[in-house]
């Protein structure tokens, strides 16, 4: 069964550094696309970045842009999401996804979904 699991959340002062993983399971990673999206208390979920399934093209939203930076490992069928200079507003549950198209950042073509992992930024 094709399963995806986020860690690496938790609490980190305002300007901070955390790296988010999404393991894949029953599946090879490599087969898949992965984006990374976020969703904050009363707001809709919005992508963060993606990475394509070869190539590794590579996409951000531009309030992240030069502070994140998506990476797989296909060996280790993992995904990554550094996430550096951290901000209060990115407070938010940040979610792996994977889609079957060779590279997507559209919430709506992502099919399989982690369970979320919490990072709070902080003083």
């Known amino acids: 069964q094709l399963q995806l699991v986020e860690s690496g959340g938790g609490l980190v002062q305002p300007g901070g550094s955390l790296r988010l993983s999404c393991a894949a399971s029953g599946f090879p990673l490599d087969d898949y696309a992965i984006g990374w999206f976020r969703q904050a208390p009363g707001k809709e979920r919005e992508g963060v970045s993606c990475?394509?399934?070869?190539?590794?093209?590579?996409n951000y939203a531009d309030s992240v842009k030069g502070r994140f930076t998506i990476s797989r490992d296909n060996a280790k069928n993992t995904v990554y999401l550094q996430m550096n200079s951290l901000k209060p507003e990115d407070t938010a549950v940040y979610y792996c996804?994977?889609?079957?198209?060779?590279?997507?950042?559209?919430?709506?073509?992502?099919?399989?979904w982690g369970q979320g992992t919490q990072v709070t930024v902080s003083s």
């Open positions: 990475i394509s399934r070869s190539v590794g093209t590579t």
């Open positions: 996804a994977a889609t079957e198209y060779d590279y997507s950042c559209l919430r709506s073509e992502y099919d399989h």
